[in-house]
């Protein structure tokens, strides 16, 4: 049962993916940046058979293994290190932006308001830009998430992102759930957090 649900979870948020691919605005050069080869993440599906005598059932859900990111470094804009392993006991919005992009800009009141959240963090990560043009825009803007450096793209290309704004969901335990690749609107951040919720309270 686990299985089946759990296919149908990630049926919904595939819908997001291939949203927001058709709104993200790919043809204009100016809402996108490419960075480092992109290194894919797939979601493993179930391979298990559904019994006929009970529909709707699953023989077993041992194949399931969660995938768990190891911890990185993150460099803030006073230059100082930290990890994505600071940040555990939450759920987590790696977000991947620059000022530049127009996307990134409407998205982050949304990104700031959810930011309250006790249960959530979101870590902004700036692509390909100094700390002074991030540092400004921050300031002017007033947003209080957590933001970070990634002036060569190199993180952003350890994950596969080819273009910007996109938002991976990790779980509190830095379990990787989903990448968001396009703009988040407090709808569909919704949407998506209450799927990922639901996965997490199958589990237990």
Do not use: H
């Given at each position: 049962?686990?299985?089946?649900?759990?296919?149908?979870?990630?049926?919904?948020?595939?819908?997001?993916?291939?949203?927001?691919?058709?709104?993200?605005?790919?043809?204009?050069?100016?809402?996108?940046?490419?960075?480092?080869?992109?290194?894919?993440?797939?979601?493993?599906?179930?391979?298990?058979?559904?019994?006929?005598?009970?529909?709707?059932?699953?023989?077993?859900?041992?194949?399931?293994?969660?995938?768990?990111?190891?911890?990185?470094?993150?460099?803030?804009?006073?230059?100082?290190?930290?990890?994505?392993?600071?940040?555990?006991?939450?759920?987590?919005?790696?977000?991947?932006?620059?000022?530049?992009?127009?996307?990134?800009?409407?998205?982050?009141?949304?990104?700031?308001?959810?930011?309250?959240?006790?249960?959530?963090?979101?870590?902004?990560?700036?692509?390909?830009?100094?700390?002074?043009?991030?540092?400004?825009?921050?300031?002017?803007?007033?947003?209080?998430?957590?933001?970070?450096?990634?002036?060569?793209?190199?993180?952003?290309?350890?994950?596969?992102?080819?273009?910007?704004?996109?938002?991976?969901?990790?779980?509190p335990d830095f379990e990787y759930f989903y990448s968001y690749p396009g703009m988040l609107t407090e709808e569909s951040l919704t949407e998506i957090l209450s799927v990922i919720e639901g996965i997490r309270s199958e589990r237990n």
């Amino acid at each position: 049962m686990k299985n089946l649900i759990r296919t149908l979870i990630y049926s919904t948020i595939i819908t997001f993916v291939l949203f927001a691919a058709s709104a993200c605005g790919t043809s204009n050069n100016e809402e996108q940046v490419l960075v480092n080869p992109p290194v894919e993440v797939e979601v493993e599906q179930p391979t298990e058979n559904v019994s006929e005598e009970e529909p709707g059932t699953s023989v077993t859900d041992d194949t399931y293994e969660p995938m768990i990111l190891d911890d990185f470094k993150l460099l803030t804009l006073d230059g100082e290190e930290t990890s994505l392993y600071a940040y555990e006991g939450k759920t987590i919005l790696l977000n991947f932006w620059a000022t530049w992009c127009g996307y990134c800009v409407q998205e982050m009141p949304v990104l700031d308001a959810f930011n309250e959240r006790d249960d959530l963090v979101v870590l902004a990560i700036s692509v390909g830009e100094d700390e002074d043009t991030v540092r400004e825009y921050i300031e002017e803007n007033g947003y209080s998430f957590e933001v970070f450096l990634d002036e060569s793209g190199e993180l952003g290309g350890t994950f596969g992102v080819t273009g910007l704004p996109t938002t991976l969901f990790l779980g509190p335990d830095f379990e990787y759930f989903y990448s968001y690749p396009g703009m988040l609107t407090e709808e569909s951040l919704t949407e998506i957090l209450s799927v990922i919720e639901g996965i997490r309270s199958e589990r237990n």
